[in-house]
């Protein structure tokens, strides 16, 4: 049984008290006056405006919120409660992750729209380790970038390459509330990019160039005709009328 720690130390690099953010390009979602500002107090953006009792609030089991709900693409709150529940979440979370053959998961996929993500990128529990992310924060990236082929469990079967930065720093708190900064590289980092970017309302393929895009083009649509048959609604999105948002699918400088 793999323990359900907080941090890796294998695959994390350095996990220090928490210091001074940096003001070099933190996240290529965050302006740099922004996360000067969150830096000198020493919290993240989301952290404005916490997460409620009801916003935490699960029926287990917990069930994957597919593309195109709105779920995914809502604000999700930072956490400042760490209690029994905010645990049960991340078990609870771990569960589904496993028994649909993911290696990360973020809250918003289960319907709740707080900064919280776990992972692990063996995939098997018993296996790697257990890593549970709160109210996390890129404050740096690494110039180099990777290409790897990737599937999300918010778009059932559908795979495509993506482009992002072979290793990462983070400042984050555990799930008891502790603030550290870890170094990301490898699978570890990946999984943990993916993630953060479901935390910003972020999806695989808002970073996925056009030629890419187009090879998993219809897909998108199939799941785009699935949810309007389901719920009777107008798909929120549509691929079709997609307009890619140049900072999204841009890099910081690292
Ligand atoms: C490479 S980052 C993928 C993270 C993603 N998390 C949430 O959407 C995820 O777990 N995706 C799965 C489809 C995935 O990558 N599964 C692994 C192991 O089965 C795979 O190689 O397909
Ligand atoms: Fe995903």
Same mark, same amino acid.
């Given at each position: ?29 965050? #302006?740099? +006056? *922004? ?6 107090? $020493?919290?993240? @953006?989301?952290?404005?405006?916490? =997460? ?87 404050? #740096?990236? +690494? *110039? ?6 990737? $599937?999300?469990? @918010?778009?059932?079967?559908?795979? =495509? ?94």
């Amino acid at each position: 049984m793999a323990a359900r720690c907080s941090v890796s130390h294998n695959a994390l690099l350095s996990l220090l008290p928490r210091p001074m953010l940096s003001s070099r390009a933190p996240s290529r979602l965050l #302006r740099p +006056s *922004k996360v000067l500002a969150m830096a000198r107090r $020493g919290f993240s @953006s989301q952290e404005d405006d916490f =997460a409620s009792p009801d916003d935490l609030r699960f029926e287990p089991p917990l069930k994957i919120v597919e593309y195109p709900h709105p779920i995914l693409r809502a604000r999700n709150k930072g956490i400042n409660t760490f209690d029994e529940n905010l645990k049960k979440l991340a078990d609870e979370m771990f569960d589904v992750m496993y028994k649909t053959d993911g290696i990360g998961l973020s809250a918003p996929q289960v319907g709740i729209n707080v900064q919280l993500m776990v992972f692990n990128s063996a995939g098997e529990r018993g296996e790697g380790e257990e890593i549970i992310l709160v109210n996390p924060i890129v404050y #740096r990236v +690494s *110039k180099k970038t990777v290409l790897f082929n990737e $599937g999300c469990l @918010s778009f059932p079967g559908i795979y =495509a390459d993506v482009e992002r930065p072979a290793s990462i720093k983070i400042d984050a708190r555990d799930i008891t509330g502790g603030s550290f900064r870890v170094n990301l590289s490898g699978l570890p980092a990946r999984v943990f990019q993916h993630e953060f970017d479901h935390l910003q309302g972020v999806l695989f393929f808002d970073r996925m160039t056009e030629e890419v895009l187009s090879s998993i083009r219809s897909q998108l649509k199939a799941l785009e005709v699935k949810y309007e048959s389901q719920t009777g609604l107008q798909s929120p999105e549509r691929i079709d009328d997609y307009k890619r948002r140049e900072e999204v699918a841009g890099f910081g400088r690292a």
